[in-house]
């Protein structure tokens, strides 16, 4: 290792510290403007550890919401299902909120793509859904519920 010079590293500290004395001064203007509070950290969303049920259980809503539309049950009981869901436990996360509800979307559309019309295939699916949908809702509770 190579010493400075013990008059190079005084000089040296002299220019350190002018340069940071002369640093803000310079910079600043003649009146100074009261400065704003910065603004508040983003709050840190942390995932639920029963998220990846909770994002099937959401999917399968929706593919419920469109089946029983599809064969004439023309009620909403699975979307405010899922509204219910949504108000319980996204409250103050809007990215959860946002990913769950896209997941109910995806749902609906996965079998709007596939049945335009109420079949055999089309009430199979849905029951199984349901029993699927169940099985989560129970699991969910049992696993991570109060």
């Not at 013990?6 to 310079?26: F, M, N, Q, S």
């Not at 997941?103 to 349901?130: I, L, P, Q």
Request: with cysteine.
């Amino acid at each position: 290792m190579k010493l400075i010079p013990r008059l190079g590293c005084l000089t040296l500290l002299a220019i350190l510290t002018a340069l940071l004395a002369a640093g803000p001064l310079a910079a600043q203007p003649a009146k100074q403007q009261p400065t704003a509070p910065p603004p508040p950290p983003p709050v840190e969303e942390k995932p639920a550890p029963y998220d990846v049920q909770l994002t099937r259980l959401a999917e399968v809503l929706g593919s419920i919401q469109y089946l029983r539309t599809l064969c004439g049950a023309p009620t909403s009981e699975w979307r405010a299902s899922m509204q219910q869901l949504l108000d319980a436990d996204t409250g103050t996360e809007p990215k959860r909120r946002e990913r769950l509800t896209a997941a109910f979307n995806r749902g609906y559309r996965s079998f709007a793509s596939v049945h335009t019309s109420c079949t055999d295939a089309a009430r199979t699916a849905e029951e199984r859904y349901r029993i699927e949908g169940a099985t989560l809702a129970t699991e969910i509770a049992a696993r991570f519920g109060n």
